[in-house]
């Protein structure tokens, strides 16, 4: 079964994280299952009632400790309870007090090695704009844990002025660090740009269905979307449906995307070669993938310069003249039976704004994208959809 993946989501008492993570979760398919995982200091968790009145299918807390600090041995038995009890699409684990949470988020690694259970998406930080004095620390140690942060939320900028939306970014940039920032819609953040490509949410990928990227948007929210991140849909077809991505132009493009310019890549792939994800770790094979046997379809998530491949098809015995695929059922996923029959690739890719242009450019040049040599010819396509 593929590991859950994690989305870590802190920031300061009242940046606006329990409002950010309720506006995620009414973007989610109604089949998907979210779990939360909230710490708070004292005995007292009001946010957890407000949150379990929401899409969220199960809460579990860390009370009386700081989650990164003297709590962070109880985190391995709550995930565990979660897993189990929720059997969730994806943990979100909602920390206060802390901007630099560099030991969560290497002991959500050490519980994914160890158990092969989770895989850490990405460390995601709320900033209140309007009351946020800066970092207090911007030592050398706060500057190596700043690097563990993927994404900054900036929140509540609305209420103020342009010289103190200046100047909270001054402030982040004294931390010496390239992190992605984007601003929130009063609390609203684009599900696309706050999570990677899992099994729950892969469904629209295999079906062909990119549109499904800008469903549930309000109006006010889609227009502010398109002012913030920019998204590119790229499909890559074979002659009558045969061939198989290029895994060594694709391994370019995930090693050197600039995190500043590239958010997200998601896709489902099909390779004739085994892949490795970022942390060396090479996913089970359930049916192909290596040479002589037919090519595997993945699913690939890239966060932030970290990337994973799970494979999306078994070699289970036919039902009904239908290949069956147990660990894609369990991911929520179709089998080999797709609507895109002849996609070799289907790919979304979140940019930062004004980014768009330039890489639509660069991947239909077909550097970074192509069918393996002496494949027959393809059909790159790459449209902006935001």
Known sequence: MAPIPITIITGFLGSGKTTLILNLASQLPRTYKLALLKNEFGDLAVDSQLASSASISGVQELLNGCICCNLVGQLGDALDTLRKDVVPDRIVIETSGSAFPATLAMEVNRLGRETGNYVLDSV???????????????????????????LIVLNKWEQVDERRYDDCLERIGDMDVDTAYVKSSKGYVDKDVLLGLDGGLARELVDGNDSALLNGHSHEHATDHQNEVEVLSVTLSGAGGEGSLDLKKLERLLRTAPKDQIYRIKAVVTLSMTPTSSNESTPALNGGGHEGQPATRYILNWAFGRWTFTPLVTNEPQVNGNEASSSASRLGLHTTERSDKDNVLRMTIILARDEAKKWKQSLEKGEYLGLQDGQPDSDLVVTRLL
């Open 124 to 150: 995601v930080v709320v900033i209140d704009v309007e009351n946020w004095k800066g970092y207090d620390d911007t030592s050398y140690t706060a500057k190596l844990q700043a690097r563990y942060t993927d």
